[in-house]
Structure formats: structure tokens, C-alpha cells
């Protein structure tokens, strides 16, 4: 009997043995697609890269944790550098931590200290988005709008703000972009005012919502809206770049596409890579250097902020990037995956939607495509695409409650950044094949 506590409890898991490039062996010898890239779309750079697994043994002999409260490292300092080399004009530093949960909560606590800093201590509130997940931690989850992961732990999380999310396909006001007039973005400016904007510290937000919405991109002009409203009422901009950053969408980072400067991005997934836990927040010169004239330590310091090995790893991650031209390839190959999932939307009846940027992209199921009305959620129409795809060798991500937290089922489908043309082609084979086996079951 096994004593590991998996993430489904009922399910048969394969146990994972080998990776190499974009794909994954089970003990049995089956090969996968890994179309996940591990699970929520980590390893960007894929999986049995030599060139980091050649720093982990010599490192970790030679010194893995150094006591972060009296000191640091060069392979910190290595790291922090190759970040900003990628991040927005404007950003200087950056504060490593495990996961991307605790980039979050980090990114909200420095905001919140930077208010404190200017001598605005009522600025504390954050705004966020319905369908949205910003993380598992009580404070992440807080600020999420992914109301089925939400719903349980209700009772222990703080109040948040929430407002529409930029979702075109199911947009919350029954309008059509552009003549919208981008109501979503002006959402911010109604919510700001109605609590008061000397209570509001922040707005977060992710440029491509990942888990939630199934790679939903904010419409042109969106995040322009949201950085004019703002900066109009002294709010901070937190861009949420923990699955959609480091090449994920086809530029360094999300937020790069509306072409708008964030105050505080939350990083990790890709930064990691797989090989090692590993997140950051990363801070504008304006939000640091108001907080550093105070004189006054960061608070929000966790175990193995500033990780040593996991530093190492991240630098070698974010230099192999930059090496294979993994960004220019993730927005390539991304357009082919874009045009083939396009062409399964025409062919499958269940297809209602595709959507995404670069090598991250969703697909929404519909009962009905005219109507947009979702599979009864009892179906659980998602899983069983992805068991289906499972059989066939291809891994992929799914996703329910896309509308409401209950209905809705969707895909996100983001393999490594180094896949090539030919196994685009052979993990949208298997895609359009499992999406028709399970219609034979479910449609009538």
C-alpha cells in the first residue's frame, strides 16, 4: 500500500520514471506528450536538461543553504540579474522564494509595505478578479476569484474585492469588443471608488488566466485601461505572471504584450522549471527604493527565500531561455498549436472555444455551441478528455467552474518551450482524436 497522498485519491496514476524533452516514461515504458508541462504549465525548458542537473551535485557539495537572515550568495545575486534582464524597464530587484504562491503573498505584503512607507497606512485592500487563481496559500487564495477552490475555506479567508474578469468569450456584461468599450478594465475604476480609494493598496491580476479561465487573454487595450485607472487613483499594479511568464506567452512576460509596465510581478513555475521549487517577486525601482529609504527589512521572509541551489538551477534555467531562443519558439510553435486547435474547434461539435498566447492555450467544451451552454458539470466533460487523452500518450491540464466556479469545463493545453513542429503535429493528432471518443460517449 502506498503512504503518498496523491492530488486525486481515486485515480490509477501512472508513476512518472524518465523525462526528456517534451516528453515522459512511466514504469511500465509508456511514453507521454507531456501537453502540461509537468502539471499548470512548470517545465518550461522540459524535462532531463543536463545542462542543469550538471550544477545540482557540485553545488549542493560545495554549500546548498547559506543563512539568509546575515547573508547571501552569488548564485542569488546571478539570478536576480538574469531576472531583470527579462522583467519590464523600470524593475531592480528581486526577492526569491519557493513557489509561486508566496511570490504572491510577497508581492501583496510589499505593496502593503510600501503604502506604510509613505505614510498611507489606510491602503490596504486588493483588488482582484472573479476567475482568477492567484495560489494556495490563505493570502493567495484570498485575493483568487476561482470560486471552487474558494468555497471551502470561505470561513478563514480575509474579505477581498473582486470584479468582472476581461473574458470576451463569456463576457460579464453581454457586450461584444470593442464596442464594449472595455467595461471589464472600467470595472476597477467603480470598485476603487466604492471602497474608497485611500483603503485600496493594490489591483492583481494575470495577464493570461491560467487555471481559471484556460489561457483567456485580456483584449487589446485592456491593461492600458487598468494602468491609466491605477495610477489615477494611486493604486498599485501587481501582474500575476506565475504560470503565464518567462517565455510562456511568447515574450519574456505576459504584461510585455499590452505593452504596459506593471509594479510588482509575481514569478515562479518556469523560473523552477521542474528542477527545483522556486519563485520571486519582482519589484519596480519606485515601489523598492520608497521602502529602502525607510531603513526597515522586509517582512515577508520565508525559509528558503534566496535559496542557494534553488538559485543556481534558476540562473542556469533562465540562461538556457536565452540560449535556445526558447521565447521566439514558445511564440512560433504556439501559433502552429493556436491554428490546429482552431481546426478541432471546426471539426468537434464540443468545441466551443479556443483561446491563448504563445505555447499557452485553452480549449472550452460546450453541450451547445450556438447557445455557449456548458456540459452539465455531473459530466465532468474535462477529465474524461484528459483520461481519454492519458490512453492515447499525450498529457494535458483540465479545468470546471470556467463560468461560475461550477459549470464550465475546459483544457489548458502548454507543453515545453522546446517542442518542435512535428510533435505540435502529434499532440494535436491525439487531442482531435480523444475530443471525438468522448463525444461518442456524452453527446447523443
Known amino acids: 500500500m502506498s503512504h503518498a497522498l496523491l492530488r486525486n485519491i481515486t485515480s490509477k496514476n501512472p508513476c512518472m520514471v524518465r523525462g526528456e524533452g517534451i516528453y515522459l516514461f512511466d514504469a511500465e515504458g509508456k511514453r507521454y506528450i507531456d501537453g502540461a508541462s509537468g502539471s499548470s504549465l512548470v ?22 543553504y547559506n543563512p539568509f537572515h546575515c547573508s547571501h550568495s552569488r548564485a542569488y545575486e546571478e539570478m536576480a540579474g538574469r531576472m531583470i534582464r527579462l522583467a519590464p524597464k523600470g524593475f531592480g530587484k528581486v526577492f526569491s522564494v519557493s513557489s509561486g504562491s508566496e511570490a504572491v503573498e510577497n508581492a501583496v505584503k510589499f505593496g502593503r509595505q510600501y503604502q506604510v512607507a509613505r505614510g498611507l497606512p489606510s491602503k490596504h485592500l486588493v483588488i482582484s478578479r472573479w476567475q482568477s487563481y492567484h495560489g494556495n496559500t490563505l493570502g493567495a487564495l484570498a485575493c483568487s476569484g476561482y470560486t471552487g477552490r474558494r468555497r471551502r475555506h470561505a470561513p478563514i479567508l480575509k474579505d477581498a474585492v473582486h470584479i468582472p474578469p476581461a473574458f470576451c468569450y463569456r463576457c460579464h456584461f453581454e457586450k461584444t469588443y ?46 492600458q485601461k487598468i494602468r491609466e485607472i491605477c495610477d489615477r487613483y ?45 519563485g520571486a517577486s519582482l519589484i519596480s525601482d519606485a515601489v523598492a527604493n520608497t521602502v529602502q529609504a525607510q531603513g526597515a527589512a522586509f517582512e515577508g521572509v520565508h525559509t528558503c527565500c534566496g535559496h542557494l541551489l534553488g538559485s543556481r538551477v534558476a540562473a542556469v534555467i533562465l540562461d538556457y531561455m536565452v540560449q535556445h531562443d526558447l521565447v521566439r519558439n514558445s511564440r512560433q510553435q ?80 502548454g507543453p515545453p518551450l522546446v517542442i518542435a513542429p512535428n510533435q505540435v503535429d502529434d499532440l494535436l493528432t491525439i487531442l482531435d482524436e480523444a475530443v471525438g471518443a468522448v463525444e461518442k460517449e456524452i453527446r447523443p
Not at 517545465?43 to 560545495?62: D, F, M, R, Y
Not at 470593442?178 to 475604476?189: D, M, N, V, W, Y
Not at 468545441?351 to 499557452?360: I, P, Q
Not at 485553452?362 to 484528459?386: I, Q, Y
Open 234 to 278: 494611486d493604486v498599485l499594479f501587481i501582474a500575476d505572471e506565475v504560470m503565464c511568464g518567462l517565455g510562456r506567452t511568447g515574450a519574456n512576460f505576459a504584461i510585455d504584450h499590452w505593452a504596459v509596465a506593471p509594479d510588482l510581478i509575481a514569478a515562479g513555475k518556469g523560473m523552477g522549471s521542474g528542477y527545483f521549487p522556486m
Open 334 to 413: 504556439g501559433a502552429r498549436l493556436f491554428q490546429g486547435l482552431n481546426e478541432i474547434q471546426e471539426r468537434r461539435a464540443s468545441v466551443g472555444d479556443v483561446r491563448g498566447l504563445g505555447l499557452m492555450c485553452g480549449v472550452e467544451f460546450v453541450k451547445d455551441k450556438a447557445a455557449r451552454e456548458p456540459f452539465p458539470p455531473e459530466l465532468k466533460t474535462a477529465e474524461r478528455v484528459m483520461d481519454a487523452c492519458m490512453e492515447r500518450g499525450l498529457i494535458v491540464f483540465p479545468g470546471h467552474g470556467t463560468i461560475d466556479g461550477t459549470a464550465g469545463d475546459h483544457l489548458l493545453i
Open 43 to 64: 517545465c518550461n525548458i522540459g524535462h532531463g536538461v543536463k545542462e542543469v542537473a550538471a550544477v545540482l551535485t557540485p553545488q549542493a557539495a560545495e554549500l546548498a
Open 178 to 223: 470593442p464596442a464594449c468599450e472595455l467595461k471589464c478594465a472600467r470595472a476597477l475604476e467603480t470598485a476603487i471608488l466604492q471602497e474608497g480609494p485611500e483603503n485600496v493598496s493594490a489591483f492583481i491580476a494575470e495577464p493570461v488566466v491560467g487555471a481559471a479561465l484556460g489561457g483567456a487573454p485580456a483584449p487589446t487595450g485592456y491593461f
